[in-house]
């Protein structure tokens, strides 16, 4: 039978607090004391690495780094995701990869937002658009940029646009993003 030790060990790093008021003996009166003491607040860095998986969708964003727009297409009826789908919402059968990138594409509703996620909040205001691409039966929900929005126009709605590709892909969906066609 191993030996477990009976003391944690202790080592340097992490938080050295100086101050902290605490009573020298702990009669009623100190206990009511504790009682009201203020919280102690500690400020510290959290970072965590998380191994994510991108799983059956992972096509799609090797797709996106390599320059390519790919679909999700069901192979029985042709139903086309315009976003990565593994099986089809309404049949459940496995869908095929279809690159979708040449197609021609317009914009069909699009929203300038004011507020974003900590990845987008630098940029804000910035407009996303759902894009209607050629033979996809879904919208494709991306950013539209080279546009002002501070300037949004009722006439974006049906301009022809293309896909771009950030140069060094982040393997997220906002590798992609939209221009109009000049």
């Known amino acids: 039978m191993s030996k477990l030790p009976a003391r944690r060990e202790e080592t340097l790093g ?8 605490f009573p020298a003996s702990l009669d009623d009166e100190a206990l009511e004391f504790l009682k009201k ?11 965590i690495t998380y ?3 991108y799983g059956q969708d992972s096509p799609w964003f090797a797709g996106l780094a390599n320059k390519k727009l790919l679909a999700s297409q069901d192979k029985g009826s042709g139903y086309t995701y ?3 789908r593994g099986h089809d919402m309404y049949s459940g059968a496995e869908t095929r990869w ?3 990138t040449e197609r021609p594409a317009k914009v069909h509703a699009f929203t300038v937002c004011y507020f974003g996620s ?8 910035f407009v ?20 002002d929005p501070q300037a949004p126009a009722l006439d974006w709605i049906g301009m022809q646009v293309r896909p771009h590709f950030l140069r060094n892909s982040k ?12």
């Open 128 to 147: 996303l658009a759902l894009v209607e691409i050629e033979g996809v039966n879904t919208l494709f929900l991306t950013r539209l940029m080279g546009v």
């Open 14 to 21: 992490g938080y050295i607090v100086h101050g902290v008021p």
């Open 171 to 182: 393997l997220k969906p906002t590798d992609i993003y939209f221009n109009l066609v000049d």
């Open 98 to 100: 279809i690159d979708i």
């Open 51 to 53: 191994l994510h998986s």
């Open 37 to 47: 003491m203020a919280p102690i607040l500690i400020e510290q860095e959290y970072k």
């Open 82 to 84: 315009a976003n990565p």
């Open 118 to 125: 900590e990845e987008f909040l630098p940029e804000t205001p």
